[in-house]
Antibody
Framework: QVQLAQSGAEVKKPGASVKVSCKAS????????LHWVRQAPGQGLEWMGI????????MYAQKFQGRVTMTRDTSTDTVYMELSSLTSEDTAIYYC?????????????????WGQGTLVTVSS | EIVLTQSPGTLSLSPGERATLSCRAS???????LAWYQQKPGQAPRLLIY???SRATGIPDRFTGSGSGTDFTLTISSLEPEDFAVYYC?????????FGQGTKLEIK
């Protein structure tokens, strides 16, 4: 069965960086796009960007450009999201999620599988 | 960027009642690209409806999605205790994804 297993909770100080991982299993890693979506406490969902697991190419939401880096490792079927220059407003649960688009053709319009989420707390 | 506005913010109903949740877009959305999710406390969102009206795998038929253009609706025909949660609509377009702010469905 499809699973997206994320790394554990993180506590960071303002100005630091955080790197969260998401290991995929149960399907062919390079066949489906993976995304990062975050949710601040008590708030809604915010799309951050997309990774093409096959080519390694990425696209980020404008809000996060310059501060986020998404990568993948095809040897371990894992994608990573690194966010730098953290502030308290980055305190959130970070989810990886999959879309069923055809890699190289279309991203896919909806998220069919989600990781369990990783809580990132930014506090001095 | 397309903005999705959900209403009401909170809906208080009893089990067995019918729930109607609304999602309005700031500009027209392709029906193929509109989805609904359910989120329970401490859990990741779960895909309920895709393509505005198609139920995802394993979703009971009491959940129905409808609408087109800028107005979309999620209807739960007869509420079960496990349906009380937060619901989000989501659209895809112009190389971006956006979500509504959510509707909390609570037990009256």
């Amino acid at each position: 069965q499809v699973q997206l297993a994320q790394s554990g909770a993180e506590v960071k100080k303002p100005g630091a960086s955080v790197k969260v991982s998401c290991k995929a299993s149960g399907y062919t890693f390079t066949s489906f796009y993976l995304h990062w979506v975050r949710q601040a406490p008590g708030q809604g969902l915010e799309w951050m960007g997309i990774v093409n697991p096959s080519a390694g190419s990425t696209m980020y939401a404008q809000k996060f450009q310059g501060r986020v880096t998404m990568t993948r490792d095809t040897s371990t079927d894992t994608v990573y999201m690194e966010l730098s220059s953290l502030t308290s407003e980055d305190t959130a649960i970070y989810y990886c999620a999959r879309t069923r688009g055809v890699v190289g053709v279309t991203w896919g319009p909806n998220f069919d599988y989600w990781g369990q989420g990783t809580l990132v707390t930014v506090s001095s | 960027e397309i903005v999705l506005t959900q209403s009401p913010g909170t809906l208080s109903l009893s089990p067995g009642e019918r729930a109607t949740l609304s999602c309005r877009a700031s500009q027209s959305v392709s029906s193929s690209y509109l989805a609904w999710y359910q989120q329970k406390p401490g859990q990741a969102p779960r895909l309920l409806i895709y393509g505005a009206s198609s139920r995802a795998t394993g979703i009971p038929d009491r959940f129905t999605g409808s609408g087109s253009g800028t107005d979309f609706t999620l209807t739960i025909s007869s509420l079960e205790p496990e349906d009380f949660a937060v619901y989000y609509c989501q659209q895809y377009g112009s190389s971006s994804y956006t979500f509504g702010q959510g509707t909390k469905l609570e037990i009256k």
